[in-house]
């Protein structure tokens, strides 16, 4: 069966310094995968998305960068924090190659709670 | 662009109580899917339902029922005998089937918080 990990949990960190979130997906290959966020404990928003190693997409211009150094990698970065980039962030990942993608269910990790400060 | 809309910010019931939470969707395609997520306290979603855009028959899971109406753009979640454990947060979502190039991405609206109280 397919898991999905996130880490860290909980995260507390100044503003300025660096970011790093991971997350990694088992139990099959190739997938689709993205990173959403959710501030304030409410709707979701479309960060980055990913269909292949290196293959990264932009929803929304940010302060956030996203890789996929490996086929069940993706992490999540920042150089710098801001305030702004406090949320809940959430990886998911889907069955990628299917006719019609929009089909595809998304299942979410665990998220991590980032707090700037 | 794709909308979707989730008028009902917070509902509070009583236990055994029936509630639906509403969920309005716009789009511009004939092809599209329709989901519904449920998020616990724990953070994680938890998927609960797909509807493709040419299946309007409601559906019924247990408790859980589902009505979509098209000619509403309405895609609607009803929770019958509510219990405490349906305490959460539910998001309704939409994604768009443009021949294979929205990979999967989800439009999700702004979510109800549902508290089931004893």
């Known amino acids: 069966s397919q898991t999905i990990h996130q880490w860290p949990a909980t995260l507390v960190q100044p503003v300025g310094s660096p970011l790093s979130l991971e997350c990694t997906v088992e139990g099959t290959s190739n997938p689709n995968l993205y990173w959403y966020r959710q501030a304030a404990g409410r709707g979701l928003q479309l960060l980055f998305y990913s269909v292949g190693i290196g293959q990264i997409s932009s929803e929304v211009p940010q302060n956030l960068s996203a890789s996929r150094p490996q086929d069940r990698q993706f992490i999540l970065s920042s150089k710098k924090l801001l305030l702004s980039d406090s949320g809940f962030y959430l990886c998911?990942?889907?069955?990628?190659?299917?006719?019609?993608?929009?089909?595809?269910?998304?299942?979410f990790g665990a998220g991590s709670r980032l707090t700037v400060l | 662009a794709q909308k979707v809309t989730q008028a009902q910010t917070e509902i509070s019931v009583v236990e055994k109580e029936d509630v639906t939470l509403d969920c309005v969707y716009e789009?511009?395609?004939?092809?599209?899917?329709l989901f519904w997520y449920k998020q616990p306290p724990s953070g994680e979603l938890v998927f609960l339902i797909r509807?493709?855009?040419?299946?309007?028959q409601n559906e019924i899971s247990g408790r859980y029922s589902w009505n979509f109406q098209k000619s509403t753009s309405s895609f609607n979640f009803t929770i019958t005998a509510s219990q405490v454990v349906d305490s959460a947060v539910y998001f309704c979502?939409?994604?768009?089937?443009?021949?294979?190039?929205?990979?999967?991405?989800?439009?999700f609206g702004q979510g109800t918080i549902l508290t089931v109280h004893p």
């Open positions: 998911a990942w889907s069955v990628s190659g299917q006719g019609v993608s929009g089909a595809n269910v998304l299942t």
């Open positions: 789009t511009r395609d004939t092809t599209y899917y």
């Open positions: 979502a939409l994604s768009e089937a443009d021949g294979g190039t929205s990979y999967g991405k989800l439009t």
């Open positions: 509807r493709n855009s040419f299946d309007e």
